[in-house]
């Protein structure tokens, strides 16, 4: 199952909101996850089951979504928020978007 | 605190063999399902392999099938990768992770994710 992230690039201003999308090639059901990488640092798992927040995650990070369209939404974006984003899908053998990368506006 | 720590990332020419170890802590390591997973440099990630708690139950992706071997030791709270035939597109990060939601799927597909990931181990294969 191939992931489609968009943007690729989104430019944000601290206190924003960010939004970004993940589409699949075929049906994925709730079986998606979201990962966030700053510079340096391996994946973090923000949220799994499309809109379940992992331990410690904090609500400003939501998911939602099923099927084939999910949406990744940062509320107010804080200045650790900047990174790359990655969805990942589990319903078949595991794959990753290509990710998407907010920026400071 | 729960923690994976890789070692025996390096340099190493093409047609070579690396072996990366993965040192888990905090958690019953023996309960867990292990993947590992791998970034090209500016690339994105790219699950390789996964192994079951009794190690009766392993896959890869095709990239590796063949050349690559995973495996665990419980009794040492450790996990393997054996890398054979490394050429110049096995140059990445490579990431163990700890499997949850994991399930197997009709047709015995392998899903999970990954919920505890290490630092990563760098391995660079050039001549």
């Known amino acids: 199952t191939v992931l489609t992230q968009s943007p690729a690039t989104l430019s944000v201003s601290p206190g924003d909101r960010a939004t970004l999308s993940c589409r699949a090639s075929?049906?994925?059901?709730?079986?998606l996850a979201w990962y966030q990488q700053t510079p340096g640092q391996p994946p973090r798992l923000l949220i799994y089951?499309?809109?379940t927040r992992a331990t410690g995650i904090p609500a400003r990070f939501s998911g939602s979504g099923s099927v084939t369209e999910f949406t990744l939404t940062i509320s107010s974006l804080q200045s650790e928020d900047f990174g790359v984003y990655y969805c990942?899908?589990?319903?078949?053998?595991?794959?990753f978007g290509q990710g998407t990368k907010v920026e400071i506006k | 605190q729960v923690q994976l720590v890789e070692s025996g990332g390096g340099l190493v020419k093409p047609g070579g063999s690396l072996r990366l170890s993965c040192a888990a802590s905090?958690?019953?390591?023996?309960?867990?399902?292990m993947s590992w997973i791998r970034q090209a440099p500016g690339k994105g990630l790219e699950w390789i392999s996964y192994i079951s708690t009794a190690s009766d139950k392993i896959s890869y992706a095709g990239s590796v099938r063949g050349r690559f071997t995973i495996s665990r030791d419980n009794t040492k709270n450790s996990l393997f990768l054996q890398m054979n035939s490394l050429s110049a597109e096995d140059t990445a990060i490579y990431y163990c992770?700890?499997?949850?939601?994991?399930?197997?799927?009709?047709?015995?597909?392998?899903?999970?994710?990954?919920?505890?990931w290490g630092q990563g181990a760098v391995v660079t294969v050039s001549s």
């Open positions: 089951g499309a809109s």
């Open positions: 990942q899908q589990y319903g078949d053998w595991p794959t």
């Open positions: 075929g049906t994925v059901s709730s079986n």
């Open positions: 992770a700890r499997d949850v939601e994991n399930y197997y799927g009709p047709g015995n597909y392998y899903a999970a994710v990954f919920d505890v």
């Open positions: 905090g958690f019953t390591f023996s309960d867990y399902y």
